[in-house]
C-alpha cells in the first residue's frame, strides 16, 4: 500500500469534533469551566462588562468599540491560556516543584499581566477624556 493512502487513514478519538455543534460545544464547556475555576477570569469579566457598559454611556466610536474590546478579549484569551498551561504543568508535574514549572507558570502570569495593562492604559486614554469632559 502506498505511503499516502496510509497517512489517510482516520484515527477517531473520544473528543474528535464531528461537527462544528460539537467543536461550538466544547469551546462553551471551556469557557464554562475557566470562568466557574478561575478567580482572575471572573474579574477580568466583570472588568471588561463594566467597560463595555462604560463604553455605552460615553458613547464611544466605532473605533474606540474596537480597541476596547480587543483589550478586553486579549486579557481573557491570555488569562485561558495562563490557565491551560497551568493544568499542563501540574499534570505533568503534580506537586513536585521543579524550577521550569515555575518559570512556565510565572510567564505565563507575565501574559496576563501585560494584557492587563494594555486594556488599563487602552479604556484610560478613551474613557478618561469623556469622563473628564462629562464633569469640566
Known sequence: MPMALKDKRKF??????????????HATDGIRTV???ERNFRFDCWAGLLVVIAGFLLHVTNNEWRSL??????????????????NIVDLVCGTKHQLPAKKAKDIAAAA???????????AAMILLPKIWHLFF
Open 69 to 86: 474590546l480587543l483589550a478586553v478579549f486579549l486579557v481573557l484569551a491570555n488569562e485561558a491560556w495562563n490557565t491551560v498551561i497551568e
Open 35 to 37: 470562568y466557574k475555576d
Open 112 to 122: 496576563v499581566l501585560l494584557s492587563s495593562f494594555y486594556a488599563v492604559f487602552t
Open 12 to 25: 477517531t478519538t473520544k473528543w474528535k469534533n464531528h461537527s462544528f455543534i460539537q467543536a461550538l460545544k
